[in-house]
C-alpha cells in the first residue's frame, strides 16, 4: 500500500511538470510528515551523507573533463582522423561523425556533450557536401548517446553509487558493447547512404591519415589513461576522473591551443553549475531511496516480481519495458536512482550480474536519450540542425530501431558486457 502510495505521488507531481528532482523531495516529505514516524533528523541527516561519498566525487571532474574537451578542440580532430579513414565509403562523412562520436564518447562520458561538440562541426559540413539535414541529424543524435556507453559515464558512476558496483568494472564492460553499437549504427547508415547515393569523400593518403591520427592521439591517449590507471591499480576510479580532468586541461590549453587560459574560469563556471544541478538531483534521489528502503519497498518489489514467476528471461523483458516506459517522463540520472534500487535486488536474486544489469540500464537510456518527449539529444540535435523536433524524430527512426535490436542483443548475450571485465580481473 505504502509503495503504491510513494510512486503515485510522484507521478502525480511529475504530471503538473514539475522537475523531477523537486518532486522527489516534496515526495519524500510529504511522505514522512503524513505517514511515518521517521525522526526530522534523519531526513536532513540523509541529506549530507547521501552524498558524501568518495565515488560522487567522479561526477564533477568527469564533468569538467567533457567541457574542456568539448571547448578545447579535441572534437575537430578526432572527425579529421574519422574522416580521413572512411569518408572515401558511401555516406562517409556521416560514417566519419559516428566514428568520432564514438571517439569521443570514449574520452567524455556524456551523450549530451559528445551530441554538441560533434554534431555542431560535421553536421553544417555534411550539408556543405549534399547530404540531407535530416539524415545528418538523425545519425548524429543517435550515435551521440554512445557518450554514456563507453568508457567513463556519469550514469555509470551513478548506477555503481545506487547500487554499490564497482566502477571500474563498468567502465570496462561498457567497450565491447560500445563498439559493437558503433558497428551496426555503421552499417545501417552506410546501406541507407548506399542506397540514396549520398555523395562520397577523396580517399585520404596514409600520410594524411598519419597525420589526423597523430594530431587526435592527445586525445585518444585519456583511454589509455583511464583503463591503465584503474587496471594497473594506479588510481580508483574516481581518482582517474579527476586525472582525466587535468588531462583534458593540459591538452586542450597547451597542446592543441583551442581555448585560452582566460576562458578556464568559464569552463569551471559551467561544470560547477551541472554539477550542482546533477548532485541536487541525486541528493533527492537518496532521500526518496532512504524512504523507499525504511519501508523496506526494494524487496518487497523483488520478491513479488520472483513469486510472478516470470523467470530469468521473463524478468529483463519487465525490466527492459519498465526502463523504456520511464525514459518517456525522465532523465536518465533520475531513473538509475529510482530504478536500480529497485531492480537490483530481484536481478541478483535470479543470478543477473550486477556489472550486466548496468550495461541493460546503460542501453535503456541511450534509448531514451533519442526520442520525445524528453529525449535530451534530440532537443540539443534540434538546436543544432534548425529542424523541428517531429520532423527529426521521423529522421532517427532507422537508427533508433537498430539500437532497439542491439538492446535485445545486450540483454540475452551477458557475455558481450562481461567477458572484458573478467578477462582483465575485474570481476
Not at 163 to 189: D, E, H, K, Q, R
Not at 296 to 323: M, R
Amino acid at each position: 500500500m505504502n509503495s503504491a502510495i510513494i510512486f503515485g505521488l510522484l507521478v502525480v507531481l511529475m504530471i503538473t511538470g514539475m522537475p523531477i528532482s523537486i518532486a522527489l523531495g516534496l515526495t519524500v516529505l510529504t511522505f514522512v510528515f503524513t505517514m511515518t514516524h521517521v525522526p526530522i533528523e534523519s531526513v536532513a541527516l540523509k541529506l549530507f551523507t547521501g552524498i558524501e561519498r568518495f565515488e560522487i566525487m567522479a561526477i564533477p571532474f568527469f564533468i569538467l573533463a567533457g567541457t574542456f574537451l568539448t571547448r578545447g578542440g579535441v572534437a575537430r580532430k578526432m572527425i579529421n582522423f574519422a574522416t580521413s579513414m572512411i569518408g572515401h565509403w558511401h555516406g562517409g562523412l556521416a560514417l566519419a561523425g559516428i566514428l568520432a562520436c564514438a571517439m569521443f564518447a570514449l574520452v567524455c562520458g556524456s551523450s549530451v556533450a559528445t551530441v554538441v561538440a560533434i554534431g555542431s562541426i560535421i553536421l553544417p559540413e555534411m550539408v556543405r557536401a549534399g547530404y540531407p539535414m535530416r539524415f545528418g541529424a538523425g545519425v548524429i543524435t543517435v550515435a551521440g548517446s554512445l557518450g554514456i556507453l563507453m568508457l567513463p559515464s556519469i550514469p555509470k558512476v551513478i548506477y555503481a553509487i545506487a547500487t554499490n558496483t564497482s566502477i571500474g568494472a563498468l567502465f570496462v564492460a561498457g567497450l565491447v558493447p560500445g563498439i559493437i553499437l558503433t558497428t551496426m549504427l555503421c552499417a545501417v547508415t552506410w546501406f541507407i547512404a548506399k542506397r540514396r547515393s549520398y555523395p562520397r569523400m577523396p580517399r585520404a593518403s596514409w600520410g594524411e591519415r598519419w597525420r589526423a591520427f597523430r594530431d587526435s592521439v592527445w586525445g585518444l591517449m585519456l583511454v589509455v589513461i583511464i583503463i591503465g590507471g584503474i587496471y594497473s591499480g594506479v588510481f580508483t576510479a574516481t581518482e582517474a576522473a579527476a586525472m582525466s580532468a587535468v588531462y583534458a586541461f593540459f591538452i586542450s590549453v597547451f597542446v592543441y591551443k583551442a581555448m585560452p587560459l582566460k576562458d578556464t574560469f568559464k569552463v569551471l563556471l559551467a561544470s560547477a553549475n551541472m554539477s550542482a544541478m546533477l548532485l541536487y538531483i541525486i541528493t533527492n534521489a537518496a532521500l526518496f531511496s532512504f524512504i523507499l528502503t525504511d519501508e523496506n519497498i526494494p524487496h518487497a518489489l523483488a520478491d513479488w516480481i520472483l513469486g510472478k514467476e516470470l523467470g530469468l528471461v521473463g524478468f529483463l523483458l519487465l525490466a527492459n519495458l519498465l526502463l523504456l516506459i520511464a525514459g518517456n517522463f525522465m532523465d536518465p540520472s533520475s531513473i538509475i536512482l529510482i530504478m536500480a534500487p529497485i531492480l537490483y535486488p530481484a536481478a541478483v536474486a535470479l543470478g543477473v550480474n550486477p556489472v550486466h544489469l548496468g550495461i541493460l540500464i546503460d542501453v535503456n537510456m541511450e534509448v531514451g536519450l533519442c526520442h520525445p518527449p524528453v529525449g535530451l539529444n534530440l532537443y540539443v540535435a534540434s538546436g543544432i540542425s534548425k529542424l523541428g523536433i517531429t520532423e527529426l524524430t521521423v529522421a532517427v527512426w532507422p537508427w533508433l530501431l537498430t539500437m532497439l535490436v542491439f538492446l535485445v542483443m545486450v540483454t540475452y548475450m551477458p557475455e558481450m558486457s562481461l567477458w572484458l571485465p573478467r578477462l582483465l580481473g575485474m570481476m
